[in-house]
Nanobody, 119 residues
Framework: QVQVVESGGGLVEPGGSLRLSCAAS????????VGWYRQAPGKQRELAAE???????NYGRSVKGRFTISRDNAKNTVYLQMNSLKPEDTAVYYC?????????????WGQGTQVTVSS
């Protein structure tokens, strides 16, 4: 069984930075794509950033140039560095991990971590 745990959320002032972590654990053979999604109150979940097994990255239009996604394959961990944060970045941030474990594919979500940008 694969578990995904996000961490690093919190309260930050506008213009500040946070780094989120997404750690996957279990009998993981390989991780393919990992995505960070966010959902603000009353809004649909949207893609913030994603990274492929080969390191290709893709960003949502609203975060491009401010957020950076990276991965540490040895630790099965993906990071989301968020700079120049704005109040509209306030949301619950979720990590989605897809890959192979125990000879089977998996696609798991974490429980989410709250990010609040406010003065």
């Amino acid at each position: 069984q694969v578990q995904v745990v996000e961490s690093g959320g919190g309260l930050v002032e506008p213009g500040g930075s946070l780094r989120l972590s997404c750690a996957a654990s279990g009998s993981i053979f390989a991780i393919n794509a990992v995505g960070w999604y966010r959902q603000a109150p009353g809004k649909q979940r949207e893609l913030a950033a994603e990274i492929s097994s080969g390191g290709s990255v893709n960003y949502g239009r609203s975060v491009k140039g401010r957020f950076t996604i990276s991965r540490d394959n040895a630790k099965n961990t993906v990071y989301l560095q968020m700079n120049s944060l704005k109040p509209e970045d306030t949301a619950v941030y979720y990590c989605n991990v897809a890959g192979w474990a125990d000879l089977d594919e998996f696609d798991e979500w974490g429980q989410g971590t709250q990010v609040t940008v406010s003065s």
